[in-house]
């Protein structure tokens, strides 16, 4: 039952619709029969989005992590969302603050007016009693129940939806869920917290890189509450607004590479070694800090990678850089969920016709992030669902070589990690501890060894006793078994036919009585009438040549 809240809310999000001509939505919460969504252009979308308040505008950024389900127009007009949204007011933030923590007794100087903000919060600048500075990242008031009410209003749209095509290929109510589900997370500030923690220790241990030299914010977790997070205040600006005004204009080309190449090789050892990274790195989570350093900020917005998802990207990232469709095609099925019967051969000839642009380029103008967003694509088209954890990976590469390629123009990906990739499939043949792998394995043979002579035993013992029964699946022998049961038939009544003729030619040359006569015109007859219905059926199947 809609409560007059959601009755009102529903109102306001329909008078969105028609200002911006989506006529489709409004038919659709208005009760009416759900056809084919009629999607509006990306930056349509992204208007109506930005309209509809804070809510709408996390989805949109949450759909701006999907390559995997929208077009790259859409993803880019989306991924402008994150800078939209204005601040809540000093006065109010503050009144908002008092309710979470004694700001008197605990901070020496508050900035209400924010420095940055978000559709979920919005960053402040305080200084601790102790002198201390620090970033205060301060929830929206009055969040929540918008929240609760706007993502009601979603479901109930995915449900309606659901019972299109459109609504089944893209499994929309459990992208709702899913959405609920990282929306809620999100309106816990530990939960960011504990992400900045676990990320500032995984690359406090620098495979490739010198980890003094990527900072991370340390968590000050007595300040930290679920609508609070207080953390280190780090002098920067944004990494593209430092290599047009700042120190970073001044540094010669080789610093612009080094700093580039740092963040290539911290990013591929969240993606491939860590199996957690930063999903959105976009050019305002980059900073360039005063000492020369680079700091990655706000880690609300996380991936994970299991290791044998991150061995297969591996394999796929090198298979599109060498054009190997069949390869692609093979990685593609470990990977996506089939939601019908998967053509291989036309799944890699549209592999092999979009690798095609990019084979013979050189690496200073592959773009890896878009050949992996296009393989993404011809997956989704091909009747694949691709996991949420690949999309996020996709788009968090795509910002990550789109920042870098801003920053230092001669910097590529693949020239980049190329010298790291034999340290990476070590990696992920035998870890970080060899002597753990030799032993693994060989308690695997072990176990091998002791089990395959008993059930090789087991095996001859069925044999012998004939009690083995072997169960074959061919796929589509529906289809051949059809065909030989209509050949068989044919040519049954062929013989059939032949029979009848023979036996009335017999019985008219020896006919003696009219009996005898009136049998073999029968015969005749019926020999007639079958043959003429036996060519009509193979002509009717269009298979008599």
């Known amino acids: 039952m809609l409560t007059p809240n959601l009755i009102s809310r529903q109102g306001e999000i329909v008078e969105v619709f028609l200002r911006h001509g989506w006529d489709y939505m409004r038919r659709l919460l208005l009760g009416k029969v759900p056809e084919e969504p009629d999607i509006p252009p990306p930056a349509v979308l992204r208007n109506i989005l930005t309209d509809l308040g804070p809510v709408y505008i996390k989805f949109g950024q949450l759909l701006s992590t999907r390559p995997d389900l929208l077009p790259p127009a859409y993803i880019e007009a989306l991924s402008s969302l994150q800078s939209t949204v204005p601040p809540v007011d000093a006065s109010t933030i503050k009144a908002f603050l008092q309710t979470q923590l004694d700001p008197e007794a605990v901070f020496a100087e508050v900035n209400y007016d924010a420095i940055a903000s978000g559709s979920i919060g919005q960053v402040h600048r305080a200084v601790l009693k102790s002198g201390q500075s620090v970033a205060l990242k301060i929830q929206r008031p ?7 009410r706007d993502m009601a209003l979603i479901k109930d749209i995915a ?16 992208l709702a869920d899913e959405f609920s589900a990282a929306l809620n997370a999100e309106l816990d500030f530990t939960t960011e917290a504990t992400y900045t923690d676990q990320l ?9 890189f010198d980890a003094k030299q990527l900072a991370i914010p340390e968590i000050i977790w007595s300040l930290t509450q679920p609508k609070v997070l207080t953390m280190q205040w780090l002098d920067g600006q944004p990494i593209l607004s430092a290599a047009i005004g700042g120190a970073a204009t001044e540094a010669t080309t080789e610093s612009r590479n080094e700093l580039s190449r740092l963040l290539f090789q911290a990013f591929f050892q969240q993606y491939f070694i860590d199996g957690f990274f930063h999903a959105d790195p976009h050019p305002g989570n980059i900073f360039y800090l005063g000492d020369g350093h680079l700091a990655l900020l706000d880690c609300g917005m996380m991936g994970r990678l299991d290791p044998r998802t991150r061995s297969t990207l591996t394999e796929m990232v090198l298979a599109i850089v060498s054009s190997d469709a ?25 592999y092999s016709r979009l690798l095609a642009r990019y084979y013979g380029l050189s690496l200073k103008n592959f773009n890896t992030a878009a050949a992996f967003a296009e393989i993404l ?6 009747h694949l669902r691709w996991p949420a954890n690949i999309g996020l990976f996709t788009k968090s590469l795509a910002n990550l070589e789109g920042v870098a390629r801003q920053f230092n123009p001669q910097i590529n990906l693949i020239a980049e990690i190329r010298p790291l990739m034999a340290d990476l499939f070590r990696q992920q043949l035998i870890g970080d501890d060899p002597l753990q792998a030799v032993l693994r394995t060989g308690l695997e043979f072990r176990n091998l060894s002791l089990s395959a002579p008993r059930q090789f035993g087991f095996l001859l013992d069925r044999l012998s006793e004939e009690t083995l029964t072997w169960n074959v699946q061919i796929k589509d022998l529906t289809n051949v078994q059809r065909s030989v049961e209509q050949a068989a038939n044919r040519r049954s009544f062929s013989t059939v036919v032949a029979a009848l003729i023979i036996g009335a030619a017999i019985i008219s040359s020896n006919q003696t009585n009219v009996q005898l006569q009136w049998l073999s015109t029968s015969l005749f007859a019926a020999a007639t009438l079958l043959g003429i219905w036996l060519i009509i059926s193979i002509l009717r199947s269009g298979r008599w040549r």
């Open 142 to 148: 009055g969040i929540e129940v918008q929240v609760r």
């Open 159 to 174: 449900k309606l939806v659901a019972s299109t095509q459109f609504g089944q290929r893209y499994n929309v109510v459990a």
């Open 200 to 208: 500032r220790q995984n690359l406090a241990k620098g495979q490739w």
């Open 326 to 350: 069949q390869r692609c095609a093979q990685l593609t099925l470990q990977l996506a969920e089939p939601l019908q019967d998967v053509d291989l051969a036309k799944l890699e000839f549209d």
């Open 377 to 382: 694509e011809a997956g989704t088209r091909n």
